[in-house]
């Protein structure tokens, strides 16, 4: 074997990133390196991130996790997609669902551009009535693919989920440590970093206890142990584009139905999320201190709760950014560590994910190559960057009233931003750039749902007959919502396949 390969890799931090990271490494490398991870059961984790997007499902069957055994285990629901509510202006709302717009293009056009023609005649409903999985979220209806009806919209249904982020961690944590993972609890009070090239050699616990290590993974969250307070990669700071710096998160009591997608609430100062579980919904109220103080926060997060809350509301205090590098020496930061994006588009979880594939992709030895680990940053930062832009448009783009989102509507567009929405405005054209996670269809339906309408249409539509336009169209939306409801009710299907049967 090469004397430079990788033998021991030191995870420090527990939680969600913590465990899946430990889980998919000792998966792929199948016990080649010696893989420890150190957490404190004194250390809090954050643990908001409930609700997810449909590349988790990847994650899973990489693992070989069984789907139904998941849910059970996560007290877990489907998810279809995210409602937003009042975020354009009071009474108003949209579906940013998974999956295609229209179900098929006709010809070298995308759907949206024959329903725009449509749209600007007053001829048809919203972009959200053409849409697979937002009319499902609707109807509160849910089934997976179908593959065996392969000229179906059922054949190829896209879907999350929404669970217990630490029952997952848990669930995680038996994988990873029967496949040899060592859990060790405590604290990291020192870093060790050898004197020739600044790498980490080693961390100190309290107890005193050294652990050694070739590759250090930091899951250390906010605080950033290793890749902050001992290597010093520096943040960059997005609050003057992404405000929000505050949230309170509380479950509460079940209540009504068990809708199969996400709520995000407008609220005056920020939003509150609506996540809902087998066992319990998730609430929080994510928004900017400057305009908003935590009592008031307090008070409209509970007065909006469906059901009794479970808990006292529990503070949480961050800053949207990155870390000017992910990777630098012989340290990987993954979760939180690595950069905060407010869960307002559930993406933390994948960007845990995401990190763990691209580490995976360029796995070192001991030396970590300068053009891998450059092109590691690259790639990260570059994910980061766009799902930003992808934030920022939610709220730039609003006609409610008050000073936050006055002051929304006044903040200063990323110049790849900018050029997207001028883009889109010219005939409804949308161009994704190479490893960008949002979709077209994720980017038509928040601009046209936050109220971006193109001044026109591609004109290769005009060729045909307006009869078949209308037909074309029609058709499309018919087919769906029969497809729809051939569908079971999303509780009942819960219900048939993996209820947990357990109260929490």
């Known amino acids: ?181 060592v859990r060790n609890e405590g604290k990291v009070v020192e870093t060790l970093l050898r004197g020739e090239d600044g790498y980490i050699a080693a961390v100190r616990l309290e107890s005193g206890a050294r652990i050694e290590g070739d590759l250090f993974i930091d899951c250390s969250g906010f605080r950033g142990l290793l890749i902050e307070q001992a290597l010093k990669t520096g943040f960059d700071d997005w609050s003057h584009w992404l405000p929000c710096n505050r949230a309170l998160a509380v479950p509460c009591a079940s209540a009504g139905e068990l809708t199969p997608y996400t709520r995000s609430t407008a609220r005056a100062a920020g939003w509150q999320w609506r996540i809902p579980l087998q066992h319990r919904i998730g609430n929080g109220y994510v928004y900017c201190s400057d305009y908003l103080s935590d009592d008031e926060a307090a008070a409209t997060l509970l007065a909006g709760l469906d059901g009794e809350p479970l808990a006292e509301p529990r503070p949480l205090r961050f800053v949207t950014g990155m870390r000017r590098k992910f990777w630098h020496r012989n340290c990987v930061a993954i979760g939180l ?88 405005r010219s005939a409804g054209r949308i161009q994704r750039e190479h490893e960008e996670l949002f979709t077209e269809s994720s980017w038509l339906q928040v601009m046209l749902g936050q109220g971006l309408l193109p001044r026109d249409y591609h004109p290769i539509v005009d060729l045909l007959p307006d009869d078949q336009l209308r037909g074309f169209v029609d058709g499309v939306r018919q087919v769906l919502e029969r497809s729809v409801a051939a569908m079971p009710m999303h509780a009942q299907f819960i219900a048939r396949h993996c209820a947990s049967g357990q109260p929490g």
């Open 337 to 424: 560590a690595s950069g905060f994006m407010e869960p307002l588009e559930s993406t933390s979880i994948h960007f845990i994910q995401s990190s763990i594939a691209r580490l995976l992709a360029y796995f070192p030895d001991r030396e970590c190559a300068a053009a891998d680990v450059a092109e590691y940053n690259r790639q990260v930062q570059f994910e980061f960057e766009r799902s930003r832009d992808f934030l920022i448009l939610h709220y730039l783009a609003n006609e409610r009233e008050g000073a936050f989102w006055a002051h929304c509507r006044a903040l200063p567009l990323p110049d790849t931003l900018r050029c997207k929405i001028e883009l889109f």
């Open 1 to 181: 074997m090469n004397e430079a390969r990788i033998r021991r890799v030191v995870i420090v931090g527990g939680g969600t990133a913590g465990w899946m990271t430990a889980a998919a490494l000792s998966k792929v490398l199948a016990g080649r390196v010696d893989i420890q991870l150190i957490e404190s059961d004194e250390i809090g984790i954050v643990g908001v991130g409930e609700a997810t997007i449909p590349q988790i499902r990847l994650f899973n069957a990489t693992l070989g996790i069984d789907e139904d055994a998941f849910m059970r285990a996560t007290q877990a629901s489907f998810k279809l997609g995210i409602e937003f509510v009042d975020w354009l202006r009071p009474g108003h709302a949209y579906h940013h669902a998974f999956g295609p717009v229209g179900g098929r293009d006709l010809g070298m056009m995308p759907f949206h551009q024959y329903w725009l023609k449509l749209h600007r005649a007053g001829a048809v409903p919203e972009i959200g009535r053409y849409t697979f999985n937002a009319i499902a979220a609707r109807a509160n209806r849910f089934m997976r693919s179908a593959p065996e009806l392969p000229n179906s919209p059922l054949s190829n249904i896209a879907h999350a989920f929404h669970f217990d982020a630490g029952l997952y961690a848990r669930f995680l944590r038996g994988i990873s440590e029967g496949r040899g993972v």
